[in-house]
């Protein structure tokens, strides 16, 4: 049977698996699930949960193990598994860029996005001051914040509509999304620099903000060794 003819129809029930694996050894117990998570995590366009890794391995296992084993088995491959977005994904390795710009005359193969320096700068104030609506990015900045700025973060799925302001009105606020972690390699916004921490170091501070100035190194969209050039 062909892969799109064993696709399951919508309305079918989801293809029940032996997750306990009570018929096999332990360390066979351990390959399988190993084996069963690196391949829905390779398998994923997108980061993979806890919860849907859940469902091919048993209630005793335990996934951080079985996610440090794959990747100690990685060591020596050019791809890694990496925790961003609340999930896992594999992601070639750094050091390997230039070798796939090469290849294809851009990173990962895929067409890049890279912002604007006032996209990056709109875009860090409410990755830090979340949720903010587009009047209090304006009033920050000392001018307005267009709608179209915001269009392209939008465009970009880097940010989304938040709740509703209490100002006069109920202003839409911005947060960021999922996919600005995934894209930066964060899997949690608890991991940005601590602003307080780029304030001491001299890298950010709220009279550069005002004045509209991207401080020295976030200028090439660097945020904790991420970079502002966006995969299409």
Same mark, same amino acid.
Request: hydrophobic share 40%.
């Given at each position: !049977?062909?892969?799109?003819? *064993? /696709? /399951?129809?919508?309305?079918? @029930? ?13 360390e066979l117990r351990w390959r399988e699930w190993m084996g069963r998570v690196e391949a829905v995590i390779f398998a ?21 193990? %079985?996610?440090?084993? =794959? ?6 491959? #050019?791809?890694?598994?990496? $925790?961003? *977005? ?7 390795? &750094?050091?390997?860029?230039? *070798? %796939? @710009? ?7 193969? @895929?067409?890049?996005?890279?912002? $604007? ?6 875009? !860090? ?5 979340? #949720? =903010? ?11 307005e914040v267009s709608r179209d700025l915001i269009g392209v973060l939008r465009g970009q799925n880097l940010i989304a $509509? +938040? #709740?509703?302001?209490p100002q006069p009105g109920a202003p839409y606020t911005y947060v960021t999304t999922k996919n600005f972690l995934s ?7 608890? @991991? ?13 501070? &709220?009279? &550069? ?7 020295? +190194? ?11 050039? =966006?995969?299409?």
């Amino acid at each position: !049977m062909s892969e799109s003819s *064993a /696709r /399951r129809k919508p309305n079918e @029930q989801p293809v029940l698996v032996d997750t306990e694996l009570e018929h096999l050894p332990p360390e066979l117990r351990w390959r399988e699930w190993m084996g069963r998570v690196e391949a829905v995590i390779f398998a994923a366009s997108e980061p993979v949960t806890r919860s849907v890794l859940a469902r091919v391995v048993g209630k005793n296992c335990n996934l951080e193990l %079985i996610i440090d084993d =794959i990747r100690a088995e990685l060591v020596g491959r #050019p791809y890694e598994l990496v $925790s961003v *977005a609340g999930g896992w994904q594999h992601r070639t390795k &750094k050091v390997f860029g230039d *070798a %796939i @710009q090469a290849a294809f005359g851009m990173p990962s193969g @895929q067409g890049t996005k890279e912002l $604007s320096q006032s996209e990056a700068l709109v875009l !860090m104030c409410i990755a830090y001051f979340q #949720p =903010i609506t587009r009047g209090e990015l304006s009033s920050f900045f000392g001018k307005e914040v267009s709608r179209d700025l915001i269009g392209v973060l939008r465009g970009q799925n880097l940010i989304a $509509s +938040g #709740p509703r302001s209490p100002q006069p009105g109920a202003p839409y606020t911005y947060v960021t999304t999922k996919n600005f972690l995934s894209q930066f390699g964060l899997d949690t916004l608890r @991991q940005l620099p601590d602003f307080e921490a780029l304030e001491d170091a001299g890298l950010l501070s &709220k009279e &550069k903000l005002l004045a509209g100035d991207i401080p020295v +190194g976030l200028a090439d969209g660097e945020v904790d060794d991420a970079t502002f050039e =966006i995969e299409a």
